[in-house]
Nanobody
Framework: QVQLVESGGGLVVAGGSLRLSCAAS????????MGWYRQAPGKQRELVAT???????NYLDSVKGRFTVSRDNAKNWVYLQMNSLRPEDTAVYYC?????????????WGQGTQVTVSS
């Protein structure tokens, strides 16, 4: 059984910063891409940032220059440093990873962590 557990969400004033962390645990053979998605009330889930096993990154246009995704391959962690937060960044943030336990990759989701940015 593989699981992802997020931490680091909370309430912050606009312009502030938060750092999200996500740990993958269980029977893990290999992890490919890891990343973060978010879902605001009444909106569809959207990709925020991804990072490949080699370190290549991809960002949602609206967070470029403000958010930074990183990972620790040895510990199976992925992070999202969020700076200059805006009220429109308010959402539940989900960790996601492509994980193989036996040679077949599956997309695994975390339970989500709430980020609220007040104006």
């Amino acid at each position: 059984q593989v699981q992802l557990v997020e931490s680091g969400g909370g309430l912050v004033v606009a312009g502030g910063s938060l750092r999200l962390s996500c740990a993958a645990s269980g029977s893990i053979f290999s992890i490919r891409a890891m990343g973060w998605y978010r879902q605001a009330p009444g909106k569809q889930r959207e990709l925020v940032a991804t990072i490949s096993s080699g370190g290549s990154t991809n960002y949602l246009d609206s967070v470029k220059g403000r958010f930074t995704v990183s990972r620790d391959n040895a510990k199976n962690w992925v992070y999202l440093q969020m700076n200059s937060l805006r009220p429109e960044d308010t959402a539940v943030y989900y960790c996601n990873a492509e994980i193989s336990s036996s040679g077949i990759y599956s997309r695994v989701w975390g339970q989500g962590t709430q980020v609220t940015v007040s104006s």
